[in-house]
Nanobody, 123 residues
Framework: VQLQASGGGLVQPGGSLRLSCECH????????IGWFRQAPGKEREGITC????????YYADSVKGRFTVSRDTAKRTVYLQMNALKPEDTAVYYC?????????????????WGQGTQVTVSS
């Protein structure tokens, strides 16, 4: 199982980024895939989760209305579109595949993790 997150970078407040999570080694259409982030000195938090049926079964309050998750089955890739970025969105962003077809924000629901991609929002 391998997940590779990419697309992070430095962006000004109000800007946008799209993260990608390319997935290999498991049945992509079955398992839920989540996005998480971890800021310095803080715990890792769940942002959203994508299932085969629902692009985003939940969004954290802090990103609701600004972030959108989607998945491309042909490319085995899950995307996180991030708009109206704020300095408090600065973190390392991770994708992870769940043990189940539906999952929430609990870290223990997820079996395998990507390596993370840094997002820095600063002027």
């Amino acid at each position: 199982v391998q997940l590779q997150a990419s697309g992070g970078g430095l962006v000004q407040p109000g800007g946008s980024l799209r993260l990608s999570c390319e997935c290999h080694g498991f049945t992509f259409d079955y398992y839920a895939i989540g996005w998480f982030r971890q800021a310095p000195g803080k715990e890792r938090e769940g942002i959203t989760c994508s299932t085969a049926r629902d692009a985003g079964i939940y969004y954290a309050d802090s990103v609701k209305g600004r972030f959108t998750v989607s998945r491309d089955t042909a490319k085995r890739t899950v995307y996180l579109q991030m708009n109206a970025l704020k300095p408090e969105d600065t973190a390392v962003y991770y994708c992870a595949v769940s043990r189940f077809s539906v999952a929430g924000r609990g870290l223990t629901d997820y079996a395998y993790w990507g390596q993370g991609t840094q997002v820095t929002v600063s002027s």
